[in-house]
């Protein structure tokens, strides 16, 4: 006898997107990542993942334009990052987004940070 095949419908829990398959009933499910290209498998997409600390940063660029980590922060450089370097930057800046009134607000937290960070912490 063969194993019944079961339709699974999985929504993306990102864009909320709808994708089916076919599984064993024996098996686990395959694991489906969604087919919209804002879409990452195994992740959420940055934009979502850090959405509220960059629309923070949008916010503070007109609020506390002193803040040289948020005045020298770069939307287009960021997302040149790897997800990884974005949160290590993150915490590199991560006083500057947290205190607002703080004047340089970034600090390098090893010393090859400034080469890494480098189009960043030549403008601060």
Not at 49 to 66: E, G, V
Request: charged content about 25%.
């Amino acid at each position: 006898m063969s194993p019944t095949r079961l339709v699974l419908i999985l929504a993306c829990a990102v864009c909320q997107s709808a994708t089916w398959t076919t599984s064993s009933a024996v098996a686990e499910p395959p694991f489906e990542s969604c087919s919209e290209p804002d879409c990452w498998p195994g992740e959420e997409p940055v934009s979502v993942k850090y959405a509220n600390t960059l629309d923070r940063i949008r916010k503070m660029k007109r609020t506390h334009p002193n803040n040289l980590a948020i005045k020298h922060f770069d939307f287009d450089y960021f997302g040149t990052l790897t997800v990884s370097e974005q949160t290590e930057f993150l915490d590199i800046i991560h006083s500057g987004i947290w205190n607002e009134n703080s004047q340089m607000g970034c600090y390098a937290k090893q010393p090859d940070d400034y080469d890494r960070f480098k189009p960043f912490f030549s403008k601060v």
